[in-house]
């Protein structure tokens, strides 16, 4: 599995596809969702972590995106920050696979 492929694993798993796969979910959040997935999809392992910070400090698309996460009930980058900053740091992306 390529580091990208473990980035995006993760963040399928605990943001992407609970707003994908709910009955529930607006479907602005919906489409949101798949946009940053395919942002994400055209960056190396590198740029999907630096997008990844970048969503957090905030752009005003991401700052608006992330509190109709939260109104919705689903999980934000933020809430998986600390498992994100400890399994995707410096040396996980050194190191050769």
Do not use: C, Y
Request: net charge positive; glycine share 4%.
């Amino acid at each position: 599995m390529t580091k990208e492929q473990e980035i995006l694993n993760f963040l399928n798993k605990n943001v992407f596809s609970p707003i994908l796969n709910s009955d529930t979910a607006s479907q602005k959040l919906k489409i949101g969702a798949r946009q940053t997935k395919m942002k994400m999809r055209h960056k190396d392992a590198s740029g999907m972590i630096l997008f990844f910070w970048s969503s957090i400090a905030g752009t005003s698309r991401s700052k608006s995106f992330a509190v109709q996460m939260k109104k919705e009930g689903f999980v934000r980058f933020e809430e998986v920050m600390d498992e994100f900053r400890l399994k995707f740091n410096d040396e996980w992306l050194r190191n050769v696979n």
